[in-house]
């Protein structure tokens, strides 16, 4: 269960208190309850997307050119125009505002960013002030540490902190920080360097900003080690924010080390778990760079997601058609993904131009009522193979299913109710078509194009399904190779079978089936990373399949896969091949075939 930290907590009470101006959108299902910094998945704009991209047109003056408060101030009135009606209600700018286009910053007498007079005339508080007249909320970015160039040879004064300069809160030996070592690492065990933080969230929280977008954090983005951890940075930002008592939203960035999930959670509302989705290319994004990993990294973390901190997958960037670089497939397909991860859902699209596709993909209701609902998000039903089952169940006894074709030719995909724990009839509706599609038995299969996707809610009629729990363990089994039993404190039994590598096999004996048939029989294991395994039942051909990561070696996930089994007895052997397997847990099988 997700609970609040006393932060957030403490946020939410402060909410409460505050103008119209600065209110929590609060969807109509829950005005009735306290709102809370993050209680949903945030909706909104930023403007990376463009600035990163060499589309034509789109920087004109160099690289990140088009960050400028006339162009934040064009999106801004679309948004209002075009997406607020649907909840999108934040708009976000990111790097760069405190830097002309040769990336030359500019700073306060007290080494805080200030605003480039070229890009943002009017500066950073008119620009908030101009947002929150829209009715939307205003967020801005910052990187981790103490900029270089800030520190100026350790003589700026740190504002409210007597005697204090930029030597005073950095280590003594410069060690550099964050994804880009653009900054000195901040030294949190001197006193005045909370000083420092504290003048950073007064100064934006002056300003009026919502949203503070915290980037190059680490560990994760590549970097590992002391200098990169800044978990105390985060720490420090969090006790800034709660003194101010302003409910700002604090984002962290980019590629957070999921064995820091924990100080994530515990002190910001929201975590990216994957690189840029920009290409830097002549589009916005493109499938292979680096839209599509995300099917591979976001499963690990669907556990630590939940009201006041979300997982952010980054950018949706599917509305302007030609620059988004994608097929309409692959848009919907990136939509839907984000909708069922539950995602924030920030676009970096061009809304002065989204085209009606792009525009009916950013606005379908019931697509945005999976991202903001109370369900938790879904995960892979299935393997991380080519052909995907994502689901989570709602409150209401229904689930959320999508249906993914990651391939690059067409294929049918289908969703086993088995799968999803009943049997028999369910009643599917399609989300992005607003269809009810009628009623099916056992399953429902679609053809889909390459990279494509369908939504459904499922309403069982069924029965639920009733299994067979075999142990990986068991004396009764066959290990062989490096296979070995190994203690596991989070597994049925409290053991598993581990070290399935190099040719080491896993043969689970006596499996007892009343009729022949294809059972989709569900794999509990553990696997810190993703890993493959070849499957097979009584000697027959093996079928490989990708196992998602479950974020550690102490964290047991589950999928199902499709086995043919024989009437009577039947052995099910899990093969390493040539590579490393995940270590599996048990497994149940259904007392009848799908």
Not at 200 to 214: N, P, S, T
Not at 262 to 268: C, E, I, L, Q, V
Request: glycine share 10%.
């Amino acid at each position: 269960m997700y609970s609040l930290t006393p932060v957030r907590a403490l946020r939410a009470m402060v909410v409460l208190a505050l103008t119209a101006g600065f209110a929590t959108h609060i969807p109509a299902a829950h005005a009735d309850t306290a709102p809370t910094v993050a209680a949903k998945p945030y909706m909104g704009w930023s403007s990376w997307s463009m600035q990163s991209s060499k589309y034509p047109g789109l920087n004109p003056d160099g690289d990140y050119s088009y960050l400028t408060e006339a162009n934040v101030t064009k999106q801004t009135d679309a948004l209002a125009a075009k997406l607020k009606k649907y909840g999108y209600d934040h708009v976000n700018i990111d790097a760069g505002w405190w830097r002309d286009n040769s990336w030359k910053p500019e700073y306060d007498q007290y080494g805080r960013q200030a605003a480039d007079p070229k890009r943002f005339p009017s500066g950073m508080k008119a620009v908030a002030d101009r947002i929150h007249s829209k009715g939307l909320k205003a967020g801005i970015y910052l990187p981790a540490g103490l900029e270089k160039e800030a520190y100026n040879g350790g003589n700026t004064p740190i504002r409210n902190a007597d005697g204090c300069t930029t030597a005073d809160i950095v280590y003594s030996d410069l060690r550099t920080t964050n994804g880009w070592d653009s900054s000195y690492k901040l030294d949190f065990s001197r006193p005045c360097t909370q000083k420092y933080i504290d003048s950073q969230a007064q100064l934006i929280a002056g300003w009026g900003y919502d949203y503070l977008k915290l980037d190059g954090v680490g560990p994760g983005s590549g970097k590992s080690g002391d200098q990169y951890d800044n978990v105390a940075d985060v720490a420090a930002w969090n006790k800034a924010i709660t003194a101010i008592g302003r409910p700002i939203h604090l984002e962290l960035s980019w590629s957070l080390d999921y064995g820091h999930a924990a100080d994530w959670k515990k002190y910001s509302n929201g975590w990216r778990i994957d690189t840029d989705v920009e290409c830097y290319c002549n589009t916005l994004v493109s499938w292979e760079n680096s839209v599509d990993d995300r099917w591979d990294d976001a499963p690990a973390w669907t556990g630590q997601a939940g009201p006041g901190g979300w997982n952010d997958l980054d950018s949706l960037d599917v509305g302007n058609g030609a620059m988004d670089g994608l097929t309409k497939a692959e848009r919907q397909s990136y939509a839907t993904l984000w909708a069922v991860a539950k995602s924030p859902l920030f676009t970096g699209d061009d809304l002065t131009r989204l085209d009606d596709y792009g525009l009916s993909l950013l606005t379908n209701r019931e697509v945005i009522a999976v991202d903001q609902s109370d369900a938790p998000p879904a995960r892979p039903l299935t393997p991380s193979d080519s052909q995907q089952v994502w689901a989570a169940k709602n409150p209401n006894g229904t689930y959320t299913v999508a249906l993914f074709n990651l391939a690059d030719a067409p294929a049918a995909v289908s969703a086993n109710w088995t799968a999803l724990g009943f049997t028999g009839k369910a009643a599917v509706r399609d989300l992005w078509n607003h269809e009810d599609l009628g009623t099916y038995t056992n399953k429902v299969t679609q053809a889909l194009p390459a990279h494509g996707s369908r939504l459904f809610t499922v309403t069982p009629h069924g029965s639920a399904v009733t299994t067979t729990a075999y142990e990986a363990e068991a004396t009764t089994n066959t290990l062989s190779g490096n296979a070995n039993i190994a203690d596991c404190s989070a597994c049925s039994g409290a053991h598993k079978v581990g070290n399935l590598y190099l040719g080491g096999k896993l043969t689970i004996n006596n499996i007892v089936v009343a009729k022949a048939g294809t059972y989709q029989v569900k794999i509990a294991y553990v696997s810190g990373d993703a890993r493959s395994a070849l499957i097979s039942a009584n000697g027959n051909g093996a079928t490989s399949h990708k196992f998602p990561s479950t974020g550690d070696w102490g964290t047991v996930g589950t999928v199902s896969v499709p086995v043919t089994l024989k009437a009577g007895a039947n052995t099910v052997t899990f093969d390493s091949g040539s590579g490393y397997a995940p270590d599996i847990d048990r497994i149940d099988v259904p007392k009848s075939s799908s």
